[in-house]
């Protein structure tokens, strides 16, 4: 019975908090989505080739952002660039979500052929 009180106490400084963020300037910021996208991949890759990838947001600074990376066949990872080798032919996923402190995000997604051999065009 002791921890049943906790809820309430949280509640109420969660409200609390909400109060005091609407009465902050910050509530008049205009907040436009930023333009992401991922860069350094190639045009199609050779599976077990390592790729590297990198985020770019135009007109944000990405020092102090956390930057989550996710792509097909491969665990989640933290970090300014993602690399990896794909392991399996067929179109390869890439996902990267920017986070920074302020709360602002950036999201970018691209795409990619991977192929047991190297077609020559």
């Not at 436009?32 to 190639?42: E, F, N, Y």
């Not at 990896?84 to 996923?93: K, L, N, R, T, V």
């Amino acid at each position: 019975m002791t921890t049943e009180s906790s809820g309430f106490v949280q509640a109420r400084g969660l409200a609390w908090l909400a109060y005091r963020m609407a009465q902050s300037p910050a509530k008049d910021q205009a907040w436009k989505s930023a333009a992401a996208r991922i860069v350094g991949l190639p045009g199609q890759a050779v599976v077990g080739t390592k790729v590297t990838a990198r985020l770019a947001v135009a007109g944000l600074d990405l020092t102090g952002a956390r930057i989550l990376w996710e792509a097909r066949d491969q665990e989640p990872a933290f970090g300014r660039t993602f690399e990896f080798a794909p392991s399996q032919s067929g179109i390869q996923w890439v996902e990267a979500e920017a986070e920074w402190p302020d709360g602002r995000r950036a999201f970018a997604a691209a795409s990619f052929p991977v192929s047991k051999f190297l077609r020559l065009k």
